[in-house]
């Protein structure tokens, strides 16, 4: 990933790629910008998924956190 794509925030990252999908499905580009537009695309999808990831991998934590803490084992 990019050093630009690791400063993406997940909202910035998918607000963009939304952009990068719209301007594809619209057509009248070029082969090359298309090709641009869709490597760009990879790296946004790859950002979001890293956001969504580090997300999921903070709420397991924070169960398995709560679910070892005794609350609610009777």
């Known amino acids: 990933m990019t050093e630009a794509g690791t400063a993406l925030g997940y909202e910035q990252a998918r607000d963009e790629l ?37 997300a999921r991998a903070r709420l397991d934590s924070a169960l398995a956190g709560r679910d070892g803490d005794g609350a609610g084992d009777e």
């Open 18 to 54: 939304i952009e990068v999908v719209r301007k594809l499905e619209a057509g009248g580009t070029s082969l090359e910008e298309s090709l641009a537009l869709w490597e760009r695309g990879e790296e946004l999808a790859k950002v979001c998924r890293n956001w969504l990831e580090g």
